[in-house]
């Protein structure tokens, strides 16, 4: 909210000059630091997708270090370790930011898979976990005490892709390519069971491991099977393949994608990206009259000065701005359990750049409808909004 973020920066300013109770009983916490922690791939495969994320987070904490003097005096530790989107990786960085580093929350985390490794024993060590960026339902439901997710999860986006390509486009031979991981096998049981509540079935499933570098085949097999409209239940890379390897067979459906598809796709499939339709939960970053989006590019071009803001970005830029406001309403004598309560008494919390966001002791879902998107001309084009709820 506006009018909240307005007074609690004054909340933050009218603390500085009191001073603040010590915390040094909380984990992550001291007179003069918070410590907060991360698992992020910064490099490897995913990178593209973690370094932005990793930076958006990185930009607000540093403004609010250096514009606000911290968050009651207390400067933020932002520690993001570089899993190489590897869960073996993600399970020994999260042992060290918890053992080691004393984190006090893990914030703007990235991927099901590395949540997946951790979720036990994040539970069992009571750390919170805020805005993460994976769509692994689990995160949010059944709701677990400490979890808060950002967006939305991968029912919303399995059953709101299946509805939009039988719905809204009408397509009579679904095809559906799928990294055979957590986040493709969770999106593929929602849009097998929407296909199946609408009365239809698919007419090609391509599944490939994570770890492919040759899509030719599955392109083939899709073009094959005749489908006419396919979800590519896909990180950015794999889908720019597929697009690629299908318009060097002359192959060209409909292609929807997830919230992976960023205009990035452009840059990595050329023409093969016109065209494709994808969902998202933010406005566009680089519009030049919406004053969230300005604040946001300011912010971040001046700790990462000649980066591109991408959704990715954005969306950890909002994550983190979502963390600031609730340890600042959870008080100069913070604690965990203050920190969660803060985030529970979230209602329609707003900042311009995505649909509001609640939350309440029965729920810590975040987004939930979505937005989509069509990348035309080298740009994103807004098309509707929709609400798997709704239909």
Same mark, same amino acid.
């Given at each position: 909210?506006?009018?909240? &973020?307005?007074? @609690?920066?004054?909340?933050? @300013?009218?603390?500085?000059?009191?001073?603040?109770?010590?915390?040094?009983?909380? $984990?992550?916490?001291?007179?003069?630091?918070?410590?907060?922690?991360?698992?992020?791939?910064?490099?490897?495969?995913?990178?593209?997708?973690?370094?932005?994320?990793?930076?958006?987070?990185?930009?607000?904490?540093? /403004? @609010?270090?250096?514009?606000?003097?911290?968050?009651?005096? &207390?400067?933020?530790?932002?520690?993001? /370790?570089?899993?190489?989107? *590897?869960?073996?990786?993600?399970?020994?960085?999260?042992?060290?930011?918890?053992?080691?580093?004393?984190?006090?929350?893990?914030?703007?985390s990235?991927?099901?898979?590395?949540?997946?490794?951790?979720?036990?024993? =994040?539970?069992?060590?009571?750390?919170?976990?805020?805005?993460?960026?994976a769509?692994?339902?689990?995160?949010?439901?059944?709701?677990?005490?400490?979890?808060?997710? !950002?967006?939305?999860?991968?029912?919303?986006?399995?059953?709101?892709?299946?509805?939009?390509?039988?719905?809204? =486009?009408?397509?009579?031979?679904?095809?559906?390519a799928?990294?055979?991981?957590?986040?493709?096998?969770?999106?593929?049981?929602?849009?097998?069971?929407?296909?199946?509540r609408?009365?239809?079935?698919?007419?090609?499933?391509?599944?490939?491991?994570?770890?492919?570098?040759?899509?030719?085949?599955?392109?083939?097999?899709?073009?094959?099977?005749?489908?006419?409209?396919?979800?590519?239940?896909?990180?950015?890379?794999?889908?720019?393949?597929?697009?690629?390897?299908?318009?060097?067979?002359?192959?060209?459906?409909?292609? @929807?994608?997830? *919230?992976?598809?960023? =205009?990035?796709? /452009?840059?990595?499939?050329?023409?093969?990206?016109?065209?494709? !339709?994808?969902?998202g939960?933010?406005?566009?970053?680089?519009?030049?009259y919406?004053?969230?989006?300005?604040?946001?590019?300011t912010i971040?071009? &001046?700790? #990462? $000065?000649?980066?591109?803001?991408?959704?990715?970005?954005?969306?950890?830029?909002?994550?983190?701005?979502?963390?600031?406001?609730?340890?600042?309403q959870?008080?100069?004598?913070?604690?965990?359990?203050?920190?969660?309560?803060?985030?529970?008494? #979230?209602?329609?919390?707003?900042?311009?750049?995505?649909?509001?966001?609640?939350?309440?002791?029965?729920?810590?879902?975040?987004?939930?409808?979505?937005w989509?998107n069509?990348?035309?001309?080298g740009?994103?084009?807004?098309?509707?909004?929709?609400?798997?709820?709704?239909?």
């Amino acid at each position: 909210m506006k009018k909240r &973020r307005a007074a @609690v920066l004054m909340g933050v @300013v009218f603390a500085l000059a009191l001073g603040v109770a010590s915390s040094a009983q909380t $984990p992550g916490v001291t007179d003069t630091t918070i410590n907060l922690g991360a698992f992020i791939a910064q490099s490897g495969a995913l990178a593209t997708i973690g370094i932005p994320v990793a930076h958006g987070a990185q930009a607000w904490y540093n /403004y @609010v270090n250096d514009e606000w003097g911290g968050i009651y005096g &207390r400067k933020i530790n932002f520690i993001p /370790y570089d899993d190489v989107f *590897n869960p073996a990786n993600t399970v020994a960085g999260v042992k060290r930011l918890v053992e080691q580093d004393g984190i006090f929350a893990l914030v703007n985390s990235l991927g099901t898979t590395g949540f997946q490794a951790v979720r036990d024993y =994040l539970i069992a060590n009571s750390v919170p976990v805020v805005t993460p960026h994976a769509n692994w339902i689990t995160l949010a439901s059944p709701v677990t005490p400490g979890w808060f997710a !950002i967006q939305p999860n991968n029912e919303a986006f399995g059953r709101t892709l299946t509805q939009y390509a039988v719905l809204r =486009l009408g397509a009579q031979k679904l095809g559906l390519a799928i990294v055979d991981d957590a986040m493709g096998n969770e999106l593929k049981t929602y849009a097998l069971d929407e296909l199946a509540r609408l009365g239809q079935s698919p007419a090609v499933i391509v599944q490939y491991p994570g770890t492919e570098t040759n899509f030719s085949s599955y392109a083939l097999q899709l073009r094959q099977a005749g489908a006419d409209v396919v979800l590519l239940f896909s990180y950015l890379r794999d889908a720019a393949a597929i697009l690629v390897e299908s318009s060097t067979l002359g192959y060209a459906p409909q292609w @929807v994608g997830i *919230n992976t598809i960023t =205009l990035s796709l /452009y840059d990595l499939a050329g023409t093969a990206a016109e065209g494709v !339709i994808f969902p998202g939960f933010a406005t566009d970053p680089a519009l030049p009259y919406n004053i969230e989006a300005q604040q946001l590019r300011t912010i971040y071009n &001046r700790y #990462f $000065p000649g980066e591109a803001v991408t959704g990715y970005a954005e969306i950890a830029f909002i994550g983190a701005q979502m963390v600031t406001d609730a340890l600042v309403q959870a008080g100069p004598d913070l604690t965990r359990e203050g920190f969660n309560a803060a985030l529970e008494t #979230f209602t329609d919390w707003e900042h311009g750049l995505t649909p509001n966001i609640s939350y309440s002791p029965t729920d810590h879902a975040g987004i939930e409808a979505l937005w989509v998107n069509q990348l035309l001309g080298g740009t994103a084009v807004f098309l509707e909004e929709w609400d798997p709820r709704d239909h």
